[in-house]
């Protein structure tokens, strides 16, 4: 008799391991691949994004230059650069050929990046659909030379493949300038590259960037101000905000000897006092060595975590654009007869300090009988997709805006002339996917969004009431002039007395009447 | 004719009050009593409710009221010139659509909705002290009559108990009524027309000896007033 193989054995030589790379080849909807027109303006959002995260970081006013050249109907070459601090050699090839690769998924500070996989993506997706590969130049100071580098990743190992690696001439101090050929498909209006800048111009103020359109139309976006943005600090992260995972990767990896002091140095807001506690309440030793700590042990330790009173995380980390810089933003890029904005202080959600930003422009070029338009933004970035998905147009959705002056039907956002821009600053924002288009819906940043939103109402509704009043009762106001001939002759059939009389000693009267009409026009308002 | 000359002037002086508003230089007025539950006083004489002496003054010169002061003067003239001086009468509706017309070199009518110039009738009436049909404005015709009365109606002379079926068509005007012969001892009022017809089939007010009147439906002012009128004689 034959001896049979078993099922599972035959199954364990199909097992085979998975690389990142290769799972996103598969799977290029999730980081924002969905279809060639998206392909494009995500390729030009991750790049731009770096671009001002990088400069933001060194404290330099942000020159970006965005080239978008059509080689054929759907093929593209996207280049972006900037005069950020650049990149050292060495880092090059993994920064933009290696995903999940970064400085900013470990931190706790906001930025516009968070994973690490932005960029290199980009490159995944440009190799995936042309074979070409990405063109990196980048010089890092006045007396270092710049780098050129021609990069694809490997799909099976996720590592970076030097095609290229020289040393070039490049009469720029500094920067980075990216080259990523990939098959697209441009488009203008909603949802467009051209919108995205737009939209990044209108959040970041202190930008100046030029960009390029297939059709080599050349687009400014001036620099309204050179005050630059508060520079975000790096927090540790707050006891509420962890999962036991993360919690037992932290006693595995920290340079405490003991656990009190984990507590201490590890986290935000915890002090000796707060630290002693927690161990109490969980009931292990204080100065048990951290990574001894059993997984059982660390239950309840979280559990003691939560049952303790721990002051919020401090806020100070966060950098909003500003009540005056938003609105100066609003002001570069709509044209509109009322702008206001709100600014709210910060809050926090599971222990990630947030805060909430609203700015309103109402009137001008801006559409009357239609929706209003919401500007999302996180971190400064503008969301273009999942609109309905996300919990800043619940927030906009579920707020009363008939109170606000504008009329609005249920479930659905309200009609009236206004661009209505909301941005979330966070350490970390919560989307609901890597590819950063909606906001989850958590509780405590769907009341404060409201609570923005409402204040914002509140300044809205002052202009409208003010603004269209004082029009109507203008216009009434004219109307005298034409009710005295109408007066005139219906008082001359009553009375038999003459028309023209009349009419002239009205318009008299109302020369004299008139200041008395505009005062109470004004006591009105 | 005497009595019309009475409402001319009335309406007149209106007109005249405001001109001499306007000879004094002052912002022109109309003072109008106040038809509201707080302005109405039950007198314990004739038990009847009756509007107190609060007045609102309408003023021309002011945003809120020029159009109604317009509005008010527009359609007096209308009463006085189109039915009082040619002895004609109107219905509300037609009132209305005399007085509608857009105001020159504007987009803005002198009424819009009838309601508009329903209540300016009604503040007419009011300010002068006359009643609606007294000012030429008729209400619609509804209701019948039987009974032993004889009526004296625009020179006709009307012997309500031989009218068969139908009986006699109580006009929306009764001020000017004249009872010529009335032997009958009470009035049977009903809204319901279906009543008054069997009633009248049966012959009751003979048999009753009584006057029958319907108004199918609510009771109209015509009826009303008709009923204030043979209540006083």
Redesign the interface.
């Known amino acids: 008799m034959k001896e049979e193989v078993p099922i599972a054995e035959k199954l364990a030589k199909e097992q085979r391991e998975i690389s990142v790379s290769q799972f996103f080849t598969k799977n290029k909807h999730l980081l924002g691949f969905d279809n060639p027109r998206k392909a494009l303006s995500t390729t030009v959002k991750e790049l731009v994004d770096n671009s001002l995260d990088a400069t933001e970081e060194i404290n330099i006013l942000p020159e970006i230059i965005v080239e978008i050249k059509q080689l054929n109907d759907t093929r593209f070459i996207v280049t972006v650069e900037d005069n950020g601090p650049g990149i050292v050699k060495e880092q090059i090839p993994k920064i933009f050929a290696k995903l999940l690769y970064g400085s900013k998924f470990f931190k706790m500070a906001q930025a516009r990046g968070q994973q690490g996989l932005g960029v290199s993506s980009s490159v995944l997706y440009g190799q995936l659909t042309t074979g070409k590969s990405a063109v990196i130049t980048s010089k890092i100071s006045r007396n270092k030379p710049a780098h050129y580098y021609e990069l694809q990743i490997d799909t099976k190992k996720n590592e970076p493949n030097v095609i290229k690696d020289m040393i070039i001439e490049w009469d720029k101090d500094h920067g980075t300038k990216v080259k990523i050929e990939l098959e697209g498909f441009y488009q203008k209006g909603k949802q467009s590259v051209d919108e995205y800048l737009k939209q990044t111009a209108i959040v970041n103020p202190h930008l100046n960037l030029i960009y390029i359109n297939p059709e080599k139309y050349k687009m400014e976006f001036p620099r309204v101000t050179k005050e630059l943005p508060k520079k975000s600090k790096e927090i540790k992260p707050h006891p509420y905000g962890v999962e036991l995972g993360v919690l037992m990767q932290m006693l595995q990896d920290t340079k405490a000897t003991t656990l009190q002091s984990f507590l201490q140095n590890d986290f935000c807001r915890v002090s000796a006092k707060v630290a002693k506690e927690i161990c109490k309440k969980a009931g292990i030793y204080e100065k048990s060595r951290p990574k001894r700590i059993a997984r059982e042990e660390v239950e309840n330790l979280l559990k003691a975590i939560k049952e303790t009173r721990i002051i919020a995380p401090p806020t100070d980390c966060l950098s909003p654009i500003g009540e005056e810089l938003t609105l100066k933003g609003l002001k570069k890029e709509i044209n509109a007869d009322f702008y206001t904005t709100v600014t709210r202080p910060p809050s926090v959600y599971r222990g990630f300090p947030f805060q909430i930003e609203t700015g309103i422009a109402f009137g001008g070029d801006i559409p009357k009988d239609e929706q209003i338009k919401l500007l999302r933004f996180a971190n400064k970035v503008p969301l273009q997709y999942q609109q309905s998905a996300c919990a800043i147009t619940k927030s906009v959705i579920n707020t009363a805006w008939r109170n606000y002056g504008l009329s609005q039907s249920r479930g659905a956002l309200p009609i009236g002339p206004v661009i209505l821009l909301v941005h979330i600053a966070s350490v970390w924002v919560p989307f609901t996917s890597e590819s950063k288009e909606a906001i989850a819906h958590y509780p405590e940043i769907i009341k404060e969004i409201k609570l923005a939103l409402q204040d914002i109402g509140r300044k809205l509704v002052v202009y409208i009431r003010k603004h269209i009043k004082s029009k109507e009762q203008k216009e009434k106001i004219d109307l005298f002039e034409k009710y005295i001939p109408e007066l005139a002759y219906s008082l001359s059939k009553l009375t038999n007395h003459e028309k023209d009389e009349i009419e002239s000693k009205l318009k008299k009267l109302l020369k004299k009447e008139l200041p008395t009409l505009e005062a109470e026009n004004g006591a009105k308002e | 004719m005497v009595q019309k000359n009475k409402q001319i002037d009335k ?2 002086e ?3 009050k ?2 001499k508003d ?2 004094r ?1 002052k ?2 007025s109309i003072t109008i009593p106040i038809r509201a539950l707080s302005n109405v006083i039950f007198n314990e004489k004739t038990k009847t409710i009756e509007l107190g002496n609060k007045n609102a003054l309408r003023y ?4 809120a009221h ?2 109604k ?2 509005q008010t ?2 359609i ?2 209308i009463l ?2 189109e039915l009082l001086e040619t002895d004609k009468h109107e219905h509300l509706r037609g009132v209305f659509y005399i007085a509608k017309r857009t ?4 987009n ?1 009518n ?1 009424v819009d909705e009838q309601t508009e110039s329903d209540k300016v009738i009604e503040d007419l009436e009011v300010i002068t002290g006359l009643s609606r049909e007294q000012l030429h404005v008729s209400a619609n015709k509804m209701g019948s009559m039987v009974g032993n009365i004889v009526l004296i109606d625009s020179g006709d002379s009307i012997d309500c108990s031989k009218l068969g079926k139908g009986g006699y068509s109580v006009p929306s005007i009764t001020d000017e009524l004249v009872f010529k012969k009335i032997n009958a001892k009470y009035v049977l009022y009903m809204e319901k027309a279906a009543v008054f017809e069997r009633l009248n089939e049966d012959k009751f007010w003979i048999k009753n000896n009584c006057i029958l009147v319907t108004s199918q439906g609510q009771t109209t002012r015509g009826i009303r007033i008709w009923g204030i009128h043979i209540f006083c004689c």
Request: aromatic residues 10%.
């Open positions: 309406l007149r209106l007109g005249e405001v001109i306007i000879d230089n912002n022109p021309f010169f002011n945003v020029s159009k002061f317009l003067v527009e007096a003239s006085k010139k105001i020159h070199g504007t803005v002198i």
